[in-house]
């Protein structure tokens, strides 16, 4: 019997997952990708998995959901470094304590594994954490993938196998029922085609490029930046109170009477994240900034804000600076979690999965592929 053949465009994470699960569901997978390796926001992020601050409900069953697929994925492929660090996110406001205290009352806290800590619970579960906090929220089920390894891992994994085809360096320039042409005039065919351009919304016309057009997304660009390996263990990820603002796992009563941040910290939506990558540097971020076009250059006294940040919460020097760049995702405008549209039959789009693609990347794929095959 012939094997099912799908086309994917796109080697970020998204359409990395999706080969993945094609694979596993007996298909021939054809990957192509524009860059000569995968460079946007796939290898831009955190590498948070991150379960703490999903919506109540779908989004958490679906983080849940990813979580569990993660830890099967990281069996088949470790070089995705999954490690189960948990997160703390760390109050110097009593009103930040109370809202943690809220959150974690709810229905779900055991789900996402929640205590809320006093200081010294704090130092406890992240002993690098020596400034003044007042408390914590600690995430047992949070955990962090190598965002510099992760595409690689899999793809080492897919090709072991002999249905996985990598065609990096190929622009998809034509995307049409059954066939996509790259850039050099190859076609490429399949009963099924997955389009995961990320924020690529304008890079393709025909039907996936007006869909795209209309679609209820938009652009978000963050800063990040990356220290040389720190002399210590930072045991959790770390975030600041302010990520309470945006995650819409936090938005109950308390969030009304949290202290009103900077001018400065609102405009550049700032929050503080900091992860232990495995070789002991730390990544820190973030920035959110919509309004296009995008600056081409990264703000420094962004940096130095969110340098002190991380300083105030550890107590102590952070190792120098040895990286800076700035990542876009794709995000839905809509209540969706994310643009997932089969524009033409056997024809399907996604992105927008904004700050949670990462996280969620093996369920929306195992999802796609439960709607397709039915
Ligand atoms: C700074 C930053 C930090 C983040 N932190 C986290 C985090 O910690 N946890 C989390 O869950 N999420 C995080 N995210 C979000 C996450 O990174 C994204 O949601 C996810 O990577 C999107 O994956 P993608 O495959 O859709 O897009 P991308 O990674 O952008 O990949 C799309 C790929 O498609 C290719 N492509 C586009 N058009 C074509 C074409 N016509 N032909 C061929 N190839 C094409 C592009 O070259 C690109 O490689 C972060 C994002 C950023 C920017």
Known sequence: MDRQRVVIVGGGVIGTMHALE????????????ADAGPRRASVRNFGLVWVSGRAAGEELELALRARELWEGTAAVAPGVGLR??????????????ALMEEVAARPDADARELTVLDAGGVRVANP????????????????VVEPGAVLGALRAYLLEGDRYTWRPGRRAVEVAPGTVVDHLGEKHEGSLVIVCPGDAHGGL??????????APVRRCR??????????????????????MRYYPGFDVRGRAGLPVPSEEALSFGMQLLLVQRAGGGLTI??????????????EEFLYDRLRARAEE????????VVRRWAGVYSAATDSRMCLREEVEPGVVVITGLAGRGMTLSP???????????R
């Open 22 to 33: 094609g694979v596993r569901r007996g298909w021939e997978v054809v990957h192509l990708e």
């Open 84 to 97: 189960a660090n948990g997160s703390v996110t760390v109050a110097t406001d009593p009103a930040e304590v």
């Open 128 to 143: 690098a954490v020596e400034g003044t906090v007042l408390g914590g929220l600690l995430c047992q089920r949070d955990a």
């Open 205 to 214: 016309g025909g039907t996936i490029g007006a869909a795209l057009a209309r």
């Open 222 to 243: 963050l800063q990040m930046l990356e220290t040389a390996p720190a002399d210590r263990t930072v045991a959790t990820s770390i975030a600041d109170a302010d990520s």
């Open 285 to 298: 971020g973030d920035t959110h900034v919509y309004e296009e076009p995008f600056d081409f250059a990264v």
């Open 313 to 320: 919460i550890l107590g102590w020097t952070l190792p120098p």
């Open 363 to 373: 369920a929306v794929a195992e999802e796609t592929w439960r709607e397709v095959s």
